[in-house]
């Protein structure tokens, strides 16, 4: 055991050498402020300037997804609002499909759908959706040979627990209540 700074044995002397630098490394103060704060909103972001809907408009968000994700202005208070409870993979990823389904080239569309697989279909994909093994085992079958309807059954089930799930709490949720109050 280490006693006495003149008697340390040569390892002891590099150990206390290594522990004061890991401790000079840590007191260190950030360049700024923000280096310690990790960013998170209490409320969702505005939605990006758009033509912002009637009330009759918003009030139908309530009923169907489909009006919410057709109006741009719904989308994004949607998108932000999923965003805001780290939630938002499910509707990136039918955003994802809707765009892949406007490709016209078989080489976009293949490189596309590889994509789309990596990032939301596969087993720990960084944003992977949550659908059950026989819509992965058919969406896998049908990359084979991608087509236009390659992720159809997987958007389709992404699409009604989005319904189920996310659009009900979004319709709670603060940000919608002030949003239809405010028009």
């Not at 630098?21 to 923000?34: F, M, R, T, W």
């Not at 057709?70 to 990823?93: I, P, T, V, W």
């Not at 994509?115 to 944003?127: H, L, R």
């Not at 992404?158 to 189920?164: D, G, P, T």
Request: net charge positive; proline share 5%.
């Amino acid at each position: 055991m280490c006693k006495g700074l003149a008697a340390l044995p040569h390892s002891c002397l590099e150990r206390a050498k290594e522990i004061k630098i890991k401790l000079g490394i840590l007191l260190q103060k950030p360049d700024s402020a923000g280096d310690l704060v990790i960013p998170y909103n209490e409320k969702p972001e505005k939605p990006a300037k758009t033509q912002k809907p009637s009330l009759d408009e918003a009030l139908q968000w309530r009923d169907s997804l489909d009006k919410l994700l057709q109006s741009n202005y719904g989308l994004a208070s949607f998108k932000s609002f999923l965003k805001s409870e780290f939630s938002e993979e499910n509707l990136e990823f039918w955003i994802a499909c809707e765009d892949y389904k406007k490709i016209k080239s078989a080489a976009k569309m293949a490189e596309k759908a590889k994509k789309i697989y990596e990032e939301f279909i596969q087993t720990e994909a960084p944003k992977e959706v949550n659908i059950d093994h026989f819509t992965k085992d058919i969406t896998m079958k049908n990359l084979v040979q991608p087509s236009l309807s390659s992720f159809d059954l997987a958007q389709k089930r992404i699409h009604a627990l989005m319904e189920k799930d996310s659009l009900p709490r979004f319709v709670r949720s603060e940000f919608y209540q002030e949003f239809i109050k405010a028009i």
